[in-house]
């Protein structure tokens, strides 16, 4: 019996549950078409979840894992193939047959795959469960910051070649490259590290540069950034073996380290050696063969200077149209050979000689002849210096040296301060005038490759290292200039007397003196930059007695409670720069009648002196980053000369208007007094503390925040007029803010009541020069634009480029009305958030005059069905010429948080198709 009994329940696994299964899919067709849209509905909002949070990374710079995509790829799969089969004309017909009886079969195939469809999305929606969605990539030490050039390195191919031998030799483990200042050995190895990384010799390459006085903690951080590792520890000490822990995990790398000047302790870096990691290779250069047998090189190449036919082709390639100036062949082609193959010099001369005239040209070639000395080294530094001799007048020579000597990449804006004071600038007696000579001498001083050309940077200047120390040299030499710069060990030691007694300059950087001399005896001193970060430090008294001519002072972080009683002696200072300090006591400061630029940028100091009020010829007053609250009433007021004020990222208490409380401090109705201001940096807590009639017509530069929900800090140090208010009210309308609108390139506006329509109501000539716009909390505005409202206004916001709206409680659109032609030419992104009751963003001839846009977010708009709507207008000249409408530079897309979202754009089956993204785009 019990064994007919297992057979009989064997029968019926094979047979009457696979026939239950069958007779389930007629049963529970419906069901199980519900049953795939409830998957479907929680994998799309899985996949919304996970999309929001690759989005949110790559903001941050990181990179999605392979398998987050891999993922994402899978769940557009499924629900495609689920969107198929729930789009699939058989169901519609499967209701009936002829005979008015549900179709059996096609019900069964249906249910049946909308079973398999189904389980398919469970499996992907299992797979989602990611802890973290993207890394953070390893960085690339030289491919971001260097141009490639294939023909300068044409006549290294051979020694190349052999560098690339000796790094594949498993016997090898240190490579050293040597050779003079500017035969282009960084160019050389930058080389190596390319090819090393597009043919993926290493498991990793990493390049570091050590320089003349390297800073261990800089190097490893330098290295670190590349392989992805983050310090925990602080000390080198401690960083070390955190490095060679992680150098170790890489069975095979590649650590190129650059500008050798002395032995490098391998193991005080974290850097292995002596064969402690087979998989590690060293490719180091320096400038003499004797380091680098000291740091235990073996294989070793010499980079020679090119030979005239190769310094002959690169200076052809550098010189423009040489070929249609044959008067000049003869001349050049000396000149090539004169510059001694240094592929530096050869560049630098025939840059300095384009579009310069026969004489010009002669003129090079005789004083290159004039040199006697045959050392090459010798001769880098005449053909440099023969360069900086061509500048054509001694302002320009005097502020390349000041580029060189105030140290590496020096800020521009400290180059002006300094230039203020020097009288590099005198050609012009306004601060708006100098500051546009100084943009001026920058160009030209690249134009000459005597600084280089760094897109990366506005705020500062960038130098060869060969260029800085030529230029250091003659600074030296020729105007008794000293500048020394220390990491904190080797600026122990103030420098002898003897040393600086006839200096017209002196420049320590990052000193660490524990003692200043009793006085500073240099009669003919013009600048005295001072940084030591070392509170302990004090100056003498009679410091700056024997330093009547002083014209730039800069002490940098020092603690100066009081300053030193020789102060009063400097009365042909022109520029003083107190940053960084712990100050108190700076009456002193009010015996300087000649100043013009005060900067106290960074300082601790709470209560500003009111002997700064004294200061008649003042043009300049940075209080930026300080710690400044209180402003004795007058001063600013008593500073009629004052051009450029800077108060940005500040707590000053302002005096409140018909108060009795606050007679001490200043008021803002001050700044009424200075008619000669263009350069403004103001932050206010509240509106109304800004005077109400008060104008700024002359500012040519300003950053102005009012209200508490901006950030100074989110501010770039680029755009030149930027204005960020929350204004509670509608007085706007009735001082000078409105006309800092209207010449606004970044414009933040928060709260601001009594408007409706941003464009008319705020500027009427359409907003020429705004760059930004950024748009929240309004109760109030329904339009960004109407063209209903007004027709005859310029073509409005033709130079804008980001556009932000967020939380427009009102907003319905963008735009209202027949559009202008030409306006939203340059937009590259817009975002919009927390707009609940805009349906409809863009029409599509918007979208045909948006032929930039980069970027399009939109999130948390619950009533928004469409991106992208046809207005009749578009719809009816679709029709005509069949045009198409895309986003063709479109590279990010955010659609987030969007309930009511039906699809990106629809259009009437009549239209001709739309490709919004180069490719197909239907809903």
Not at 64 to 91: C, S
Not at 154 to 173: C, F, G, Q, T, Y
Not at 393 to 416: H, Q, R, W
Not at 659 to 669: H, T
Request: proline share 3%; net charge negative; aromatic share 8%.
């Amino acid at each position: 019996m019990d064994i007919l009994i297992a057979v009989a329940a064997k029968i019926a696994e094979y047979t009457i549950a696979p026939i239950g299964r069958q007779v389930g899919y007629l049963i529970f067709y419906k069901a199980k078409f519900k049953e795939l849209r409830d998957r479907v509905s929680d994998l799309e909002y899985k996949r919304d979840e996970i999309k929001q949070r690759v989005e949110e990374e790559r903001r941050n710079g990181k990179t999605t894992f392979d398998v987050v995509q891999n993922w994402l790829k899978n769940v557009d799969d499924a629900i495609g193939e689920a969107t198929q089969l729930q789009n699939d004309p058989r169901r519609a017909e499967a209701g009936c047959s002829r005979w008015s009886f549900p179709n059996v079969v096609t019900h069964h195939q249906l249910s049946r795959k909308a079973t398999k469809v189904a389980q398919k999305v469970v499996q992907v929606r299992g797979g989602g469960d990611f802890s973290q969605v993207a890394y953070r990539p390893k960085l690339d030490a030289v491919s971001a910051f260097t141009t490639r050039s294939s023909q300068n390195l044409e006549p290294r191919k051979p020694i190349m070649e052999n560098i690339m031998h000796a790094l594949r030799d498993p016997k090898v483990s240190m490579v050293g490259v040597y050779g003079l200042g500017g035969v282009g050995k960084t160019t050389l190895v930058e080389e190596v590290y390319h090819i090393a990384k597009e043919n993926q010799l290493f498991d990793e390459v990493v390049m570091a540069t050590i320089s003349k006085t390297p800073d261990i903690k800089t190097v490893q951080e330098e290295i670190a950034d590349q392989l992805g590792l983050r310090f925990e520890e602080v000390t080198v000490a401690g960083r070390a073996p955190r490095l060679y822990q992680r150098i170790k995990k890489e069975k095979t790398i590649l650590l190129i380290l650059d500008d050798i000047w002395e032995a490098l302790d391998l193991k005080k870096v974290g850097i292995p050696s002596d064969g402690e990691h087979n998989g590690c290779k060293l490719l180091m250069t320096s400038r003499t063969l004797d380091l680098l047998r000291q740091m235990g090189v073996k294989e070793h190449f010499r980079l020679e200077v090119l030979n005239e036919e190769e310094s002959w082709s690169l200076f052809q390639s550098k010189a423009n149209n040489l070929d249609k100036e044959l008067d000049k062949h003869q001349i050049a082609f000396q000149l090539a050979k004169r510059c001694a193959g240094l592929p530096i010099l050869i560049v630098t001369m025939a840059r300095s000689l384009i579009d310069q005239n026969i004489h010009a040209w002669k003129d090079a070639l005789s004083q290159l002849e004039k040199v006697d000395n045959e050392e090459l080294q010798e001769i880098t530094y005449s053909a440099l210096e023969l360069s900086y001799k061509r500048l054509k007048d001694n302002e320009m020579k005097a502020f390349f040296l000041l580029c060189a000597t105030i140290g590496k990449d020096p800020s521009v804006n400290y180059l002006f301060k300094y230039g203020i004071g020097l009288g590099i600038f005198n050609s012009t007696n306004i601060m708006e005038g100098a500051r546009n000579r100084l943009h001026n001498m920058i160009s030209a001083l690249k134009a000459s490759c005597l600084l280089l050309v760094d897109n990366t940077s506005t705020t500062r200047v960038k130098m060869h290292d060969v260029v800085r120390e030529v230029a250091i040299s003659i600074a030296y030499k020729d105007y008794h200039i000293l500048a020394k710069y220390g990491d904190g060990d080797n600026l122990r030691e103030f420098p002898k007397m003897d040393i600086l007694s006839n200096c017209s300059q002196i420049i320590l950087r990052y000193g660490a003196f524990r003692q200043l001399p009793e006085k500073l005896d240099a009669h003919n001193l013009k600048i005295f930059y001072l940084s030591n970060f070392d509170l302990s430090l004090e100056i003498p008294n009679f410091f700056f007695a024997e330093t009547k001519f002083l014209e730039v002072l800069d002490l940098t972080g020092l603690n100066l409670t009081s300053l030193p009683t020789s102060f009063l002696s400097l009365t042909n200072l022109k520029t003083l720069c107190l940053d960084q300090c712990v100050l108190e006591n700076i009456d002193a400061v009010g015996a300087l009648k000649n100043l013009k630029i005060l900067s106290l940028w960074g300082s601790s100091m709470i209560k500003l002196s009111s002997e700064i009020g004294k200061l008649s010829h003042l043009r300049m007053l940075d209080l930026s980053d300080s710690g400044i609250e209180i402003i004795p009433a007058g001063v600013i007021s008593s500073l009629i000369k004052l051009e450029e004020l800077y108060m940005g990222n500040t707590s000053i208490k302002w005096k409140i208007e018909n108060s009795d409380n606050q007679d001490e401090n200043a008021s803002l109705d001050e700044l009424r007094q200075l008619s000669n201001l263009t350069s403004l940096e103001l932050q206010i807590q509240e509106a109304w503390m800004l005077p109400r009639d008060l104008m700024f017509h002359k500012l040519e530069r300003f950053k102005i925040v009012i209200g508490d929900v901006w950030e100074w800090a989110d501010i770039d140090d680029v755009t030149l007029k930027t204005l960020k208010l929350k204004l509670g009210t509608n007085i706007h309308l009735e001082h000078g803010i409105k006309g800092l609108m209207r010449r606004a390139e970044n414009l933040y506006l928060d709260e601001v009541e009594g408007i409706s329509n941003v464009l008319y109501q705020l500027n009427g000539d359409g907003f020429p020069q705004l760059k930004h716009l950024h748009i929240q909390n309004n109760a109030l505005i329904q339009h960004i634009i109407d063209f209903i409202e007004r027709s005859h206004i310029p073509t409005p916001f033709p130079n804008l480029e980001k556009l932000v709206i967020q939380n427009l409680g009102k907003m319905e659109k963008i735009c209202h009305g027949p559009l202008a032609v030409g306006f939203f030419a340059k937009l590259l992104a817009i975002k919009v958030e927390k707009c609940n009751k805009v349906k409809y963003l863009l029409f599509v001839s918007m979208v045909k005059g948006m032929p930039q846009l980069a970027e399009l977010e939109i999130s948390k708009c619950n009533l928004m069905e469409k991106v992208v709507f046809e207005d009749d207008d578009a719809s009816a000249m679709n029709d005509e010429t069949g045009e198409t409408i895309q986003f063709p530079l479109l590279h990010s897309l955010t659609l987030q948080h969007l309930d009511a979202l039906e699809c990106f754009y629809s259009h009437p089956p009549t239209s001709s198709p739309i490709s919004l993204f180069n490719n197909q785009a239907k809903c």
